[in-house]
T-cell receptor, first 112, second 112 residues
């Protein structure tokens, strides 16, 4: 079993829909990252969080440390949101290793 | 503009021909990492560096070398590339362990 699991693996939505992508992890962490990767493009960091909730524009990220679970929400989705969304965690016991453990990503397609 | 640059962006080479992928950041970040991304496996760390002259292995270091002689540069060296090193490579940097990572645009390497 992977240490970081994302669901769903693939998601198709209609423009305007509310979208939720989930991330569960099995290790103790010091931080969780949400990343966005457009087709053929680079990787952009969306959020880094260790507790609670963060919001940036139409994107909201939440984390529940006790349940080892995080969600990424997209409100009023748009075709330009189509991308792969990747969850990554930094193990609390990694010390100074700077090691991130990545999920395999959720491929989102938003249709007009 | 704060950025991480990688060169080349695309490279097709033959087995055994030594190559170097350069990575440079202009943010004075201490931490730098190399990742490879393969379908179904997600991102995996190859090597990381916590500062000049300080490097260590990640999860998949076999067949790769790195050096960190200057803070801004972190080249990835493949001494004798093999077809199983065909992949998409990303360099990333961050200020310290607790800050978000900035990713380079990626280098798509094909080894025939």
């Amino acid at each position: 079993k992977n240490e970081v699991e994302q669901s769903p693996q693939n998601l198709t939505a209609q423009e305007g829909e509310f979208i939720t992508i989930n991330c569960s992890y099995s290790v103790g962490i010091s931080a969780l990252h949400w990343l966005q990767q457009h087709p053929g493009g680079g990787i952009v960091s969306l959020f880094m969080l260790s507790s609670g909730k963060k919001k940036h524009g139409r994107l909201i990220a939440t984390i529940n440390i006790q349940e080892k679970h995080s969600s990424l929400h997209i409100t009023a989705s748009h075709p330009r949101d189509s991308a792969v969304y990747i969850c990554a965690v930094r193990s609390r016991y990694g010390g100074a290793t700077n090691k991130l453990i990545f999920g395999t990503g959720t491929l989102l397609a938003v249709q007009p | 503009e704060a950025q991480v640059t990688q060169n080349p962006r695309y490279l097709i080479t033959v087995t055994g021909k030594k190559l170097t992928v350069t990575c440079s950041q202009n943010m004075n970040h201490e931490y730098m990492s190399w990742y490879r991304q393969d379908p179904g496996l997600g991102l995996r760390q190859i090597y990381y560096s916590m500062n000049v002259e300080v490097t260590d292995k990640g999860d998949v270091p076999e067949g790769y070398k790195v050096s960190r002689k200057e803070k801004r540069n972190f080249p990835l060296i493949l001494e004798s590339p093999s077809p199983n090193q065909t992949s998409l490579y990303f360099c990333a940097s961050q200020r310290t362990n607790d800050y978000e990572q900035y990713f380079g645009p990626g280098t798509r390497l094909t080894v025939t």
